[in-house]
Nanobody, 125 residues
Framework: QVTLVESGGGLVQVGDSLRLSCAASGLTGRTYHMGWFRRAPGKEREFVAGISKLGISTSYADSVKGRFTVSRDNAKNTVYLQMNNLKPEDTAVYYC??????????????????WGEGTLVTVSS
């Protein structure tokens, strides 16, 4: 069973940057498509970014395009989310996800194979 552990969340100011990490274990030699989702207070969980197995393809929610960058280091079994120019509306719990199929804005939440516990990002104005 794949286990995902997020880290790097915290309290930042508007315009600051933050990098989230997601360490994966239990992969048993497989490589997964990876992604980031978030759930803001009072809202549903939503897609943020996705990256293909080898990191060749990425996709982003419109709300974060140009500000967030997803990357991965398969040698370290780690996925990253670099978040720049943070805004108050980016405040949310950020979740890492792993799936055998590609992860994008059209991915149904129920289809995702594995989820992390989440890390809280708070952007203060």
């Amino acid at each position: 069973q794949v286990t995902l552990v997020e880290s790097g969340g915290g309290l930042v100011q508007v315009g600051d940057s933050l990098r989230l990490s997601c360490a994966a274990s239990g992969l048993t030699g497989r490589t997964y498509h990876m992604g980031w989702f978030r759930r803001a207070p009072g809202k549903e969980r939503e897609f943020v970014a996705g990256i293909s197995k080898l990191g060749i393809s990425t996709s982003y929610a419109d709300s974060v395009k140009g500000r967030f960058t997803v990357s991965r280091d398969n040698a370290k079994n780690t996925v990253y989310l670099q978040m720049n120019n943070l805004k108050p509306e980016d405040t949310a719990v950020y979740y890492c996800a792993a799936d055998s199929e590609s992860i994008s804005t059209s991915t149904p939440l129920r289809r995702v194979d594995s989820w992390g516990e989440g890390t809280l990002v708070t952007v203060s104005s």
